[in-house]
Antibody, heavy 123, light 107 residues
Framework: QVQLVESGGGVVQPGGSLRLSCATS????????MYWVRQAPGKGLEWVAF????????YYADSIKGRFAISRDDSKNTLYLQMDSLRGEDTAVYYC????????????????WGQGTLVTVSS | ETVLTQSPATLSLSPGERATLSCRAS??????FAWYQQKSGQPPRLLIY???HRATGVPARFSGSGSGTDFTLTISSLEPEDFAVYYC?????????FGGGTKVEIK
């Protein structure tokens, strides 16, 4: 079965950095685009970043552009989100999610989600 | 940016009743539109994609309709497990955006 497991969250000071990981299994990782989506405490969903299945294109929300970077390691079936220059408004649960369609440029829809990892930016 | 506005913010209904949730887009998103369900403490779940296609395993009581800027999610007869928050989402243009959510609560 498809599984997505995020890790790497925690408490970090403003201006600090974190790298989130999303370990996947149950599908051919290299054939799917992947997303990061976040949810601030008690708030709605916000798309953060998307990477094509082949890694050739990446897209970012304006709120994190230039500070966050999405990447993938197909040899490890793992998705990453490097987060630099963190701010208080980046505090959220970060979910990784799979794109719905295989071997297509996307975006399509978020068909499988991990349980999320909490990032807290606070001094 | 395409802003998605969901209404109502909260819907108070009893099990067995029909639920009608709305989402309006600030510009046309064609049929590139989806609905998600999120229960407390859980990640979202894809319910409906491309306006009206049910995702794998989604019961037939869930249906979607609409096009362009106005979309509707209907739950024909609420089951206890349907009380949750529902989000709409568009993929027509960047950035991908979600609506603010509609909470369906037990009356």
């Amino acid at each position: 079965q498809v599984q997505l497991v995020e890790s790497g969250g925690g408490v970090v000071q403003p201006g600090g950095s974190l790298r989130l990981s999303c370990a996947t299994s149950g599908f051919i990782f290299s054939t799917y685009g992947m997303y990061w989506v976040r949810q601030a405490p008690g708030k709605g969903l916000e798309w953060v970043a998307f990477i094509w299945y082949d890694g050739t294109n990446k897209y970012y929300a304006d709120s994190i552009k230039g500070r966050f970077a999405i990447s993938r390691d197909d040899s490890k079936n793992t998705l990453y989100l490097q987060m630099d220059s963190l701010r208080g408004e980046d505090t959220a649960v970060y979910y990784c999610a799979r794109d719905q369609r295989m071997s297509l440029p996307g975006p399509y829809y978020f068909d499988y989600w991990g349980q999320g990892t909490l990032v807290t930016v606070s001094s | 940016e395409t802003v998605l506005t969901q209404s109502p913010a909260t819907l108070s209904l009893s099990p067995g009743e029909r639920a009608t949730l709305s989402c309006r887009a600030s510009q046309s998103v064609s049929t590139y539109f989806a609905w998600y369900q999120q229960k407390s403490g859980q990640p979202p779940r894809l319910l409906i994609y491309d306006v009206s296609h049910r995702a794998t395993g989604v019961p037939a009581r869930f249906s979607g309709s609409g096009s362009g800027t106005d979309f509707t999610l209907t739950i024909s007869s609420l089951e206890p497990e349907d009380f949750a928050v529902y989000y709409c989402q568009q993929r027509d243009n960047w950035p991908l955006t979600f609506g603010g959510g509609t909470k369906v609560e037990i009356k």
